[in-house]
Every structure is written in structure tokens, then in C-alpha cells.
């Protein structure tokens, strides 16, 4: 155990990368509801992952394992509802997440590369094998550090903490000194509506919305680090609601910053990179250089995300199948003599990524519906012990609280994050454009749904025998 709590915090800050994130899906808010979805959207789906956050964290005070939902999913369902199987599709759901949110980080870090290749070479032609080549190079660079610079931690960490803020300062400044400014009235009050084919603006509103909630999320990666963090049931639970705090108040001045120094939204909407960020900064500075800049400000602190995520998902992984949940289980939970590390789960994770990322030499659009599973999935993962927990607190049935304990608040806390769940879970699998074809569809609801039935299979013929819901909290 040698990660104290500043790395802690600084691990729930990059692994969430808010900020960074709105300049990356801008122009999906932009399309839905424009800046009135973009700024009060941000603010209620902080609120949300804010009662999310305090809720798995009192969880964790309790009890900080790295498998963390579907270890309390089976913790807390009740005996008649077959734990193990609960367990088992929780943690299904929970892994394929979280190596979704890897390939999505990797592909997100390559395209804009490729992005400001283009914007500094005209003469460059940019195909989709080259984003799935520099994917693989930024999936490679993860897997060498998370082998060979394990220790390397915490340092990381810290500096992907101190450049999240530095940087969000030096973009801010830029913006706020060279860019053309808006009106106030355009920012709080002015919506974009009939720009994506839905003709209700509420629908249009709320998947705007879906910029927000879908960034904001991720914090339960410091869960995945309980065994190697010093005094767990207290710093699991800060970081990660420190890491939901900072990062909503960073992402709300960005976003401020961004539609008050937008220039012309349309031109950036209609980027030739594909980001509209990048139009936005070549309005606001003049120059190339100066969005060349400004877009790396995203990218560098996107690359620290993931080495962090990367760390998370191999020890969730390696958790998953040390406790039989996995095919072929004491393969993937096999620990490196050596280098004490879960070689193999780390193995298994830059693998299905490598895959994952041969789908944008076909479809980006097919890429994406993959990695819109990752949303998904991770609030289903939050829905379900959250729901449990607080069924067991309605019934009267209180665990010994840790020492995050959210007291006499707690009830409506886990109401309200439940409530929130189930919101951003309808309007996650709906499609962002209309007429609805094959090119924009939607694919995350089959897609989770394929995920299930594979969960489902495996139940049935080995996982019924094979997985043993662990239910000591102690066992770690």
C-alpha cells in the first residue's frame, strides 16, 4: 500500500479528465439543446454523479475491494435473489465497461493527433487505419509504463493532477484574452434546436445532456486501487468525491470560456477536423500554432488518463477473475512473480482494445457504439448496488458504517442518485442524429444487450459452478 491520499486525489482527477472531455464531445451539446444543455446540463449532472460518488463511497468506507460493485452487488442482494448470478453479470457489465472506456481514451488521444496532423500539414490525407495505428501506439506506451513503471504511480499521478489544473488555467487565459466574446444572454439563455432531426426540444435537451453525464463519470476507477491505497476506507471515498468536486467546477469554467470565446458556433460545428474545440481555437488565436498548443493542452492530460485507467481496469479485471468470474480464471489471475503485477488480466485488456480499435478501419461510427457501451454500462454498474444498498437501509437493516459515513442524509442521497441513474440510462442508448441510419445508429442498447446474453451463456454453462459470490469483506 504506497498510494497516499494526493495521489489518490489526483488519480480522481485525471481519471476523469471532465474538462478535457467537454472540448472532446462539444459538438454532440452543440447539436442538442446548444449552451443552455451544455451549461445547465453540467450542472445538474454534477449534482447526479456528486450523489453517485458519496454513495459508492460510503460503500467503500465499509468495505474498499477492488472487485467494488459486483462484490457489493452480491454483498447486499438479498439471499432469495441468487447472489452469485447478480454478482456475476455485475461484474460482466462492470469489466467490459471499463476496457470500453480504454479503447474510447486511446481512439480519442490518436483521432485528435491525426486532427492536428491535418490542420498542420495540408497536404496530409487522413485515412481511419491511421487513427487505429497511432491507437496502437498510445495502447502500447500504456502497457509498457503500467509493466515496467508500476512504482512510477503516484509520480504520474501528481503530475497528471498539477498539468489538469495548469493546463485548464493556461487555456482559459488564452481564450479569455484572444478570442471574441460572446454575450451573456447567448450562453445562459440561448438553445440550438432542430439541428439533429429531433423535432421535440426536450428530447433534443436532455441528449445534449448526455455531454455532461457521460463525462462525469469514472470516479470508481480509485476503487480498483483499494489494495494498494494507504488507509482505504477513508481516502478511497475523499478522492473520489474530491475527484467529481474539481472536476464539474473545472468542466463549468471551461465550458463558460468556451461559449463565451466561441466565434461563429456553425464554423465549429463544421470543423474539418471533426472537433469543433479545434475550430475554436484557430478562431480565437489566428494561428496554428496557437491551436496546435491549445488542443495538446487536451491531449497530454488525455494520455495521463490513460495510464490511470489502464491501472484501474487491469486490477479490476485481475480482481474479477481471482474470484473465478472470468473463463479461464487462474490463467488471468495469475500474478508476476517479479514484477508483481497482473500481467496477464493487463494483457488480456491491451488485447480487446487492440481489437476494438480494428473496428474504426470499417465504421467509426461502429467504434463509437462500442464505447457508448462504456457510459452505459458504468451506471448500470452504479444503479445496481447502489439500489440494493439502499433497499437493505429501508428495510432497517444498516450496516456497521466506516468512517465516511453520509448519516442522516443518506436515504435521500441514494434516492436521488438512483433517480439520476435511471435517467441518464433512458436517454444513454437513444441516437444523437435523425433519420436514423445505419451510419448513426445507436448500436450501445444491442450492444449491452449482446454483452448480457454472453453473461448469460457463461452463467449458465460453468458460471453457476465456477463463481462464488464473495461475501467477506474482509477477503481481499
Known sequence: RYISLKPAVAFGLTVLSTWEGIGITLGAGLLNGGPTALVWGLILASIGSASIALSLGEMASITPVVGAQYRWTGLYAPRIMTPAFWSLIQGWLTTFAWIALCASGSYVCSAMTVGLIGINNASYVPHLWHVTLMMW???????????????????????????????????????????????????????FFGMSGWSNQGVQWCLGLLTSTSLLTGFDGVLHLSNEMKDAPRKVPTSMVLGVLINAILAFGFVLTLLFFIGDPMAALMSPTGYPVIEIYLQATGSVAGATVLTSFIIIPAAVCQFSVFASVTRLVWAFARDNGLPFSSFFSYVHPTLRMPTRALGLVAAVCALIGLITVGSTSAFFAVISLGALALYISYLVPVFLFLLRKLQGQHPQYGPFSLGRFGIPINIFAVCYCIFVIIWLPFPAILPVTAANFNYAGPIMFAVIVIALIDWFVSGRKRFQVPTDPNKE
Open 137 to 191: 501506439a498510445y495502447l502500447a506506451v500504456c502497457v509498457i509504463l503500467n509493466i515496467y513503471a508500476r512504482k512510477l504511480l503516484v509520480i504520474i499521478e501528481m503530475f497528471g493532477g498539477i498539468i489538469h489544473v495548469a493546463f485548464f488555467v493556461a487555456t482559459v487565459v488564452t481564450l479569455a484574452v484572444m478570442g471574441p466574446r460572446s454575450s451573456a444572454d447567448f450562453v445562459f439563455t440561448q438553445s
